[in-house]
């Protein structure tokens, strides 16, 4: 027998072993389809759960009863400081004033500077202090009010110093948004922590916010 007669017999039997791969792969596209269709989609969050700042009412640097529903539709950045501090104070407040001047065509942006000594900050107390450092008293507010409220605020509302002592208070800056829910925290000493509170806090002024905590946490 020649070779070619060989191969013309076997040619057959090389093609026939190969017939059963298309119905293979249809049956495993039918269970990837089947599997698509029955499985329930993972809700996966991108965005770090802080919380919502809770309620609250305290007192102006004018005097006025202030609470958190005259910010609600605003971004805002919180700090607690006393107006005595010797320490990081007139650092973190020369830092709120440079905010101030970045956003200050953003009519849809506060600032909120919270005393943790509010027996010796009165009103009329923080008031002078804001001047010092060129507050816009219509933007940039200052609170005083009930120590055991301004502490409870702090430790767990906003989650930060120390519970036993509000005196020892946090050097964070805490970005909120428009629905009151806590949206960052920045180191107040780190120049690397400013320049990403004015980056995110531009984004959340946006309305883009969410895309960045995806790329940053994911």
Not at 76 to 86: H, P, S
Not at 110 to 136: F, Q
Request: charged content about 25%; some cysteine; aromatic content about 14%.
């Amino acid at each position: 027998m020649s070779n070619l007669e060989k191969d013309d017999k076997v040619t057959p039997f090389k093609f026939g072993k190969w017939l059963w791969i298309p119905g293979f792969m249809a049956v495993v596209l039918l269970g990837l389809q089947l599997t698509k269709n029955t499985t329930p989609p993972v809700k996966q969050s991108t965005e770090p759960d802080y919380g919502t700042v809770p309620s609250f009412e305290l007192f102006d640097q004018l005097g006025n009863t202030f609470t958190k529903d005259e910010l609600l539709g605003d971004v805002w950045v919180v700090d607690f400081v006393f107006t005595t501090c010797a320490g990081p104070c007139p650092v973190m407040t020369s830092q709120f004033s440079e905010l101030q001047d970045r956003f200050s065509d953003q009519e849809d942006f506060r600032l909120l500077s919270i005393s943790v000594n509010p027996e010796y900050d009165t009103p009329e107390v923080l008031k002078r202090y804001g001047d010092d450092y060129g507050a816009d008293h219509s933007r940039w507010t200052f609170l005083t009010g009930d120590r055991e409220k301004i502490r409870s605020l702090a430790w767990e509302g906003f989650h930060v110093g120390k519970e036993e002592d509000p005196i020892f208070h946090s050097t964070y800056f805490i970005l909120v948004d428009k629905e009151g829910k806590i949206r960052g925290y920045y180191i107040s000493s780190e120049k690397n922590e400013i320049e990403r509170l004015w980056t995110d806090t531009e984004l959340l002024l946006r309305g883009h916010f969410s895309f960045i905590l995806q790329t940053r946490y994911l």
